[in-house]
């Protein structure tokens, strides 16, 4: 796994081990080589911290 954008250095480790588990933004494409884009300085929405930690633990938050 191969992080293009900027992150700080303590973050990179842990953003490569989300990202080889598929904990990843939805339009998060990682390339065949395992490059990818993870918007690591971007603000992170309330949604998107809930769809994050969804696919983290393997559950859905929201009632079905």
Known sequence: MK????????????????????IVYPDTKISADGSFTFRAKDL?????????IDLAFGYHSTPD
């Open 3 to 22: 992080l293009q954008d900027t992150a700080d250095a303590w973050a990179k480790d842990a953003i490569t081990t989300l990202a080889s588990q598929g």
């Open 44 to 52: 992170l929405k309330r949604q998107e911290a809930n769809a994050l």
